[in-house]
């Protein structure tokens, strides 16, 4: 599990071959879980306004591509 400074967190369930994602946002009222897997996970580039925000607009937060080419390599 990943801990967050503001009380979300990240679980990794795996299952075989397969690993799935559980976000647990406490940022929302109510808070908000998202689950994603491996293949769904890319890279952005996050502009520090909006890391520091923990939210931000399009403009600030940009896609760089995908995660990794494998989870091995992670």
């Known amino acids: 599990m990943k ?4 009380g979300s967190h990240v679980l990794i369930q795996q299952q075989g071959d397969l690993e ?12 908000t879980i998202s689950r994603w897997s491996w293949s769904d996970l890319a890279k952005y580039a996050v502009s520090t306004g ?25």
Not at 20 to 31: D, K, M, N, V
Not at 50 to 74: C, D, M, N, Q
């Open 50 to 74: 909006a890391h520091l925000r923990g939210y931000g607009s399009a403009e600030e937060i940009v896609l760089r591509g995908p995660a990794i080419e494998t989870k091995f390599g992670r």
């Open 3 to 6: 801990q967050y400074a503001n």
């Open 20 to 31: 799935e994602y559980t976000l647990y946002c406490s940022c929302g009222q109510p808070a």
